[in-house]
Every structure is written in C-alpha cells, then in structure tokens.
C-alpha cells in the first residue's frame, strides 16, 4: 500500500482506463506470430500519435509535456501492492494440483555465463554468446584444482565465521561510458545530523530502488526478499556502536543449479559513506534509501564488499565469467573493451547478474538452498508453479529478454535484458515489478511471458 | 536541489535522479541513420508523475515542473548508451 501512496493525484488523473484489445495474445493462448512494430502498433492503438513520438514536445521552451501516456498504470499499482499476494495465494487454494516434480529441476550453471540483466546472455547451449572456447577452460581446470586446495585450507582456517571490513569499495568502473560518482559521501546524514533509520517499520520491497549503478538483478532480489520474507532483512542489519553498521550474510556456495549455505556466517563492518555525485551530495548515487530506510542501499554496500570473503574458487568462477565478459566486448569491437584483472565492488555489481547469481544472494540473504529452473513450456503449468513459488513466500527472480536488434521496444512496457520480480498472478496473468520502483510492466499471458522474459528463473527451492 | 543549467546522465536501465525527487531511467536507444537522427526512450518521473518519453537531441522534456533538454547521445551499439540533459527551465 505504500506504492500506492507514493502516487499522486495527477498520475491517477492520466489514467483514464484500461484497454482491452480484442485480439491479444491471452485470448488465444499462446503468442501472436505478428512482428514485433505490428505488436508495438496495436500496444499503443488506443495512444495518439502526438504522445507517442513526442511530436509535442517543447523546442526551445513551448509545446506541450510530450510524454507517453500509461492506460492501465492504476490497476498495476493495485497489483504491485496489497491484492498481488493475496490473489496468488487465492488462485492456489483453488486449484491444489501437485505441481510435476520435472517441472522443478534445476538449471545448470553454464560455465562462463555473461549476465541476462545487461544486454548480453549466455547461449543455450552454455556457452558464451560471443568469443567462444580459447583455452580458457582448460586454464581453469587447473586454477581449480588449486582454488579446491585452498578452500580446504580455508575451511579448516577461519571456523564458522568470516569477517570483513566493507568501507570505500571501488566504485569508478573505468570500463563504463557513463560517468561514475565523484567521490564517497555521507548521504544517509539528514540535516539535523541524525542518519536515516536502518529501517521504517517492516522492511518492504517499496523501499527498494536501483540507482546509477547496473544491479537490476541485485535490487530487484533485496525487494523480493524484503516483502516475501522481511524477517531475513531486519535482522542482518544491526547499527554498531561506532556508528557502523554489522551486516549479516550467510555464506553461498555455488551448485551446479543455483546455491547453498555453507553453514558459516559472514559479518560486515559496513561504514555509512556511499557513493555520491557532486551534484546531488544528498543522495547515494547507487541503491536509493526509499521510504525512510536505509537498509538498501546499506545491504547493496555490503553486497559489493563480500567479494572480500569469497573462496577462491568463488574468485575463480567470477574470473571465469569476467573473461567471458572482455571476450565479448571484443568481439563486438567496443571503442574501451573491458581487460585486465576482474572488478570488485560495485564495480563487480556493475558488470550486471546472471540468473546463477541472483540464486547466490538469495541464498546469502536467506539462508536457503536456492535454484535455477526452466519455465514449463505449457501455459497452465507457468502460472501454477510460480503460485506456488509465490504461496510459499519463495521470491521468484526473472530476466526479460535482450533485444533482438537495435532500439526493439519489448511489449507490456518491459525494457530488454532487465531483472524483474514476479509479484502476482492475478487473474490469470503474471504480475512484475521493476527495481527502478517504477514503471512496472503491465500483466502478461503466460505465453506473452514466455516470449518476451528468458526462459529460466531463479527462486527459493 | 537542482537548478538551471544542472547536467544529468541518463544511461541504459539505470536510474539518474535529482535531490529534488525528479528521475530518469534509460530505456532504449536508436542509433542515428541517413533517415533519422538517433533517439533514446527514456522514462522520467516525480512524485506525482510518470511516464515514457522519445528524445531526438535538443528536445526537451517536462517532469515536475522543470524543463530539461536532450543534449547529446552517446551510443555504441542500441544496447551500451547513454544520454546527457540539462536542466533549462
């Protein structure tokens, strides 16, 4: 509900009505074969042509607002709030039917994988979309022969805790064509000298934003996390009396489907500077402290800093998919191909998440066994296993599709290679919810879904 | 606050916004051909509104009270870019 107070009176007025097209996809049950600017035609049919390409926008001072109008913008914000899980757990009462156990099989971890939340994506036969096998796996089998011995010489150092300092993690992506923030801040500070709460009331998904920086996946799995299971963010984040905060995480290791705890805990001294921009010195450049807490864009702090606490065969893996990374960068003859030694911090985050990733966060944030599955290919099997990810307050974390060519606009108001939470199924359709903390898509068919997201997720298993 | 003559970057799915609460997240980009010159899609939000817009540069958009201008669009490719604004009005 706090979604919908967050809305104003002008957006509910430029909300006149929701549109039903005759001859969408759900009516048919499965994906239209129309292409996709005859698609994008029939989304906008009921738009003028003025709202749609901006025609109206001002030049030099006068015109009109030029903006796009969103018909159906209140019935998503009903969706996004209360009504969402409540109708998942409704639709699922109803129909009690055990759920194929094949349905729910894990998908492997390509080697490799270039993140789905960025532009690029792994293959589906698990190998990098771009550059290819040169050696590089054979490289690996014996860092890891290595990285295996010293993990156990690890294991056996540190008992059932590891600790880290999370203070200024790197933050400049000299890689990245936009400019990175200036330097680290105090945003959290108000003016009367106090610092935002850790927490206003329960922590919830609404107090989730993604900021400048290319975590889609990052925040769009804190949010989840936050409103299926809060309880797994208030207690990982406690104020230290220095005035820093002690991060919780349990430690994940990677499976070959997604991953698992380890049974140890990992503790962060997170410091309260967060990246900021000259400009706007008040505000943290990355994650945003919405509704009053700063528990965001702390835990996103604390996320970029764990690296600090990995095994070396969790160092080797992320090498392994950085490789990958400048491989394809060249491939595609980028003026500042990615090279050199792979990130850390937020400059890791920045390189975006793979579906593998998201299950590591989500079992450092939750403490359970995670999984990457396969969507089913029948439309009734999509909803009823995501219901019932849903009943069981199991997050569940999709990647839409990249774009198939330069400047394609996705349907459902969906932007390509972004990660999304499924919030809901609500009559039948499948409810999402972007971690700019706007612009939701609007609902879809389960085979308007499966055209237009991957075709794996990332949930509790 | 921002003011005047204030510059913001608006990179593909990220979010930019100001300390006065107006945002701005990049959504696809179209490079610049013999018919057409580029544009982005960019959506742009305050506390009471939000909506999708297409810029051309030296168009200008109206969020909140403010008016800001599409400079400049730096893209390589429709999937890496980025565009520059500034607050006019």
């Known amino acids: 509900m706090s979604e919908l107070r967050n809305r104003g009176p ?33 989304l906008y049919a009921d738009r003028s042509r003025v709202s749609r390409h901006g025609d109206s926008l001002q030049r030099g001072g006068s015109g009109g607002d030029g903006r796009t109008g969103r018909t159906d913008a209140p019935s998503r914000l009903e969706i996004a709030s209360a009504n969402g899980s409540r109708d998942a757990r409704g639709r699922n009462a109803q129909d009690q039917v055990a759920v194929d156990p094949r349905l729910l099989a894990g998908v492997p971890r390509p080697r490799g994988a270039l993140p789905d939340d960025i ?18 796996h054979s490289v690996r089998a014996a860092d890891e022969d290595q990285a295996t011995a010293q993990d156990r010489w690890r294991d ?17 992506d000299r890689f990245a064509k936009m400019r990175p923030p200036d330097r680290y801040g105090d945003p959290l500070r108000l003016v009367d000298g106090s610092r935002v709460p850790r927490f206003n009331d329960r922590p919830t998904r ?17 949010g989840a996390v936050a409103s ?28 070959e489907h997604g991953a698992e705890p380890t049974g140890r805990a990992v503790e962060l001294s997170v410091t309260p500077d967060l990246p900021i921009l000259d400009e706007a010195p008040n505000q943290p450049a990355f994650a945003k402290a919405e509704g009053g807490a700063a528990w965001s864009p702390v835990l996103e702090k604390a996320i970029a800093g764990v690296d600090q606490t990995w095994t070396a065969t969790r160092r080797a893996s992320w090498a392994e998919s950085w490789a990958a990374a400048c491989r394809a960068d060249i491939v595609d003859k980028k003026e500042n191909p990615r090279s050199g ?48 990810q849903l009943d069981d ?29 499924v919030l809901a199924i609500q009559e039948g359709k499948i409810v999402l919810r972007n971690p700019w903390n706007r612009m939701h898509p609007e609902r879809m068919t389960p085979a308007e879904f499966a055209t237009n997201m991957e075709s794996y997720y990332t949930t509790l298993k | 606050m921002s003011r005047i003559g204030d510059t913001i970057q608006v ?23 013999v018919h057409e010159p580029g544009r982005v899609r960019i959506a742009a939000w305050s506390k009471y509104e939000e909506f999708s817009v297409y810029l051309h540069e030296g168009e200008t958009v109206q969020i909140g009270r403010q008016t800001w201008r599409l400079d400049k669009i730096h893209i390589e490719g429709g999937r890496d870019w980025y565009a520059d604004l500034t607050r006019i009005a």
């Open chain 1, 206 to 222: 609404e107090q989730t934003q993604q900021g400048r920086l290319r975590d889609c996946g990052i925040i769009a799995t804190l």
């Open chain 1, 156 to 172: 056996g150092d540190r008992g059932d805790r590891l600790h880290a300092w999370v203070d200024r993690p790197a933050f400049q």
């Open chain 1, 341 to 388: 030694p792979p990130p850390d911090g937020y400059v890791r985050l920045n390189q975006g998440s793979t579906a593998w990733d998201r299950a590591e966060l989500l079992t450092q944030l939750t403490g359970k066994e995670s999984i990457v599955r396969s969507l089913p290919r029948r439309a009734d099997e999509v909803t009823r296993v995501l219901a019932k």
């Open chain 1, 10 to 42: 002008d957006r509910l007025r430029e909300q006149p009505a929701t549109t039903v097209r005759p001859d969408t996809p759900q009516r048919k049950g499965q994906e239209t074969p129309r292409s996709g600017a005859e698609r994008l035609r029939a």
């Open chain 1, 393 to 421: 307050r199991k997050p569940v974390l999709i990647a839409s599709r990249r774009e198939r060519h330069e400047g394609e606009e996705l349907p459902h108001e969906l932007d390509a290679s972004h990660a999304y939470e």
């Open chain 1, 228 to 255: 299926h299971r809060p309880g797994d963010i208030a207690h990982r984040v406690a104020i230290q009396w220095d005035g820093t905060y002690r991060v919780r995480l349990n430690e994940a290791r990677c499976t």
């Open chain 1, 119 to 136: 532009g690029r994506a792994y293959t589906r036969d698990g190998s990098p979309s771009a550059g290819g096998d040169d050696g590089i």
């Open chain 2, 11 to 33: 990179g593909k799915g990220v979010v930019s916004d100001t300390d006065d609460g107006i945002g701005f997240g990049g959504r696809t980009a179209m490079s610049a051909t």
